[in-house]
């Protein structure tokens, strides 16, 4: 009988083009808390009051104690073997791309890892609600990179832009705010492209990244979720793998690389 998993390896093995859409989920093994699972941050600190505009404008001081606190968090995490197997995958013989919903930056962090020296531009993924390491001023959008010890003791020493004095704040999507329009058209772009897409640790809740596997499917393609839960988009998958990222990716992806 043939398992999920030999009927979703191939599926990667025949598939010409794969996107990737990854959550909060692929970094769990690495220690990065999700947003929505039991103890997540969700919960215990209430991203959806913090995470907006609004709350920034009201309490910038509130806002950037609780993403430095993330900040040295997630600086603290490695990639781990799900993060790895996908950037292999990317860098490997079929054409690949990786869009995130994560700021936490551990794609980009497994890329060079994975390619060993070899050029790792194929596996830097699509950040599409942005990248916690980054600052970006709230007045005049120029990008920098984040500040590492960001001091929140008072409101007069958050950081401010170098060239407009404007307060910095991180580079992220907050709740109300629009997508960077390239990004999200990219992200979509390799969606259509694909004739498989392979969805990693995603409640797959969350508009418009969760469009991104529903473009694959109205254009042909084939769905392959991984989850250590079943999630709205479970009955549109082709394969549904259960269980943690970390263990099922490399198994799946890398089949030819472990013989
Ligand atoms: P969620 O926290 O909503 O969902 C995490 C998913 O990962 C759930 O479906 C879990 O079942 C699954 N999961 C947990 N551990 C896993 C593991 N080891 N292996 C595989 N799956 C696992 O996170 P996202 O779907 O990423 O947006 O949330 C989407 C967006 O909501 C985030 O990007 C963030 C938030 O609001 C912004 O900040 C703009």
């Known amino acids: 009988m043939t398992t999920e998993m030999e009927r979703a390896r191939r599926l990667v093995a ?81 054409p690949t791309t990786i869009v995130t919903q ?23 993924p699509v950040e599409v609600h942005g990248a916690i390491d980054r600052d970006k001023c709230s007045s005049c959008g120029a990008r920098t990179p984040g500040t590492s010890s960001v001091d929140t003791s008072s409101h007069g020493a958050l ?14 999507v907050w709740f109300g705010e629009t997508l960077e329009p390239e990004i999200l058209s990219r992200a979509f772009q390799v969606a259509q492209d694909a004739d498989l897409c392979l969805v990693v640790g995603t409640s797959a809740l969350v508009q418009p990244a969760a469009l991104v596997p529903l473009v694959t499917l109205q254009n042909g393609g084939a769905l392959i979720e991984v989850n250590i839960e079943r999630t709205p988009l479970s009955g549109e998958a082709r394969v549904s793998l259960l269980g943690p990222s970390g263990e099922l990716l490399p198994e799946l992806l890398d089949v030819g690389a472990a013989t």
């Not at 936490?104 to 531009?121: C, F, I, K, Q, V």
């Not at 950081?159 to 580079?171: E, K, W």
Request: hydrophobic share 40%; with cysteine; proline share 8%.
């Open 14 to 94: 025949e598939a010409d083009r794969i996107v990737v859409l990854t959550g909060a989920g692929i970094s769990a093994e690495s220690g990065v808390p999700t947003f929505r699972g039991a103890g997540g941050l969700w919960k215990s600190h209430r991203p959806e009051e913090l995470a907006t505009p609004e709350a920034f404008a009201r309490d910038p001081q509130t806002v950037w104690e609780w993403y430095a606190w993330r900040r040295g968090l997630i600086a603290d995490c490695d990639p781990n073997h799900g993060h790895l197997a996908l950037a292999r995958l990317a860098l490997g013989g079929t």
């Open 102 to 124: 994560n700021v936490d930056g551990l794609h980009t962090r497994a890329a060079p890892e994975a390619a060993r020296g070899a050029d790792p531009s194929p596996a830097l």
């Open 159 to 172: 950081p401010r832009c170098s060239t407009c004095n404007g307060m910095l704040r991180p580079d992220v």
